[in-house]
């Protein structure tokens, strides 16, 4: 059973930054691409990143490019997402989560079938 465990949300200003982790569990994690979500209230949950799962591959929305990097690291089963020049419009639960098959490189939510629990980030302004 695949365990995903989310950490790192809070609190933080306008123009902050904060760093998300995601450790896994019950999968090879060194053969999955990852994926970070986020979810607002009211609204739809919307991909923000994914990266392929030795890391050679990312994908950013475009709301976040130049802003938010993410990484891996396989040794730890492991996904970080590194914010930086937080708005207050990045408020939302974030979620980390794998997709269905192994050495599948995808951004697309409806192919994610692994969830987090999510971690809150909330941007003041």
């Known amino acids: 059973q695949v365990q995903l465990v989310e950490s790192g949300g809070g609190l933080v200003q306008a123009g902050g930054s904060l760093r998300l982790a995601c450790t896994a569990s019950g999968l090879t994690f060194n053969t999955y691409t990852m994926g970070w979500f986020r979810q607002a209230p009211g609204k739809e949950r919307e991909f923000v990143a994914v990266?392929?799962?030795?890391?050679?591959?990312?994908y950013y929305a475009d709301s976040v490019k130049g802003r938010f990097t993410i990484s891996r690291d396989n040794a730890k089963n492991t996904v970080y997402l590194q914010m930086n020049s937080l708005k207050p419009e990045d408020t939302a639960v974030y979620y980390c989560?794998?997709?269905?098959?192994?050495?599948?490189?995808?951004?697309?939510?409806?192919?994610?079938?692994?969830w987090g629990q999510g971690t809150q980030v909330t941007v003041s302004s």
């Open positions: 990266i392929s799962w030795i890391g050679g591959r990312t």
């Open positions: 989560a794998a997709p269905r098959t192994s050495y599948y490189y995808t951004s697309r939510p409806d192919e994610f079938n692994s």
